[in-house]
């Protein structure tokens, strides 16, 4: 019998993951590397990340498999925190309460605006010169 896991996507700007989660004793990989070596030293990054997974306390419940691409690292690291929220919905119905009030499950729809015509970036304009 194939092991149970639970599949969802997360999105952040212009990143995507694609997380996987299995029972198992705690492992993070994220495209084939540990969080040490895809984050470094950012302390903030790796908080973002096991959010979900601390509020339902399920850090050592399961092993963790990410593919995530586009974005900066940021963003991976919203978009991976939004996937793991959203594979823990088939877990447990209980669990989407904490996740939906600590704001996991709805996508952040910033965005970069568009460079527009006529002028230097989205909102900036050229200089006016009068003579």
């Known amino acids: 019998?194939?092991?149970?896991?639970?599949i969802g996507t997360g999105r952040r700007k212009t990143s995507i993951a694609r997380v996987k989660l299995v029972p198992g004793k705690g492992k993070f990989i994220i495209n084939n590397k540990t969080v040490a070596e895809y984050f470094g030293n950012r302390p903030g990054l790796h908080a973002?990340?096991?959010q979900p997974l601390e509020l339902t306390e399920k850090?050592?419940?399961f092993d963790v498999r990410v593919k995530v691409i586009g974005g900066g690292i940021s963003s991976q690291a919203g978009a991976i925190?939004?996937?793991?929220?959203?594979a823990l919905l088939p877990v447990s119905e209980e669990f989407k309460t904490p996740l939906r009030a600590a704001g996991l499950l709805t996508r952040d729809p910033r965005v970069k605006e568009r460079k527009k015509y006529g002028q230097k970036r989205a909102r900036k304009r050229f200089q006016f010169s009068k003579r």
Request: hydrophobic share 45%.
């Open 1 to 6: 019998m194939a092991v149970k896991q639970y």
């Open 48 to 50: 973002v990340i096991f």
């Open 59 to 61: 850090t050592k419940s």
């Open 81 to 86: 925190r939004h996937g793991i929220a959203r």
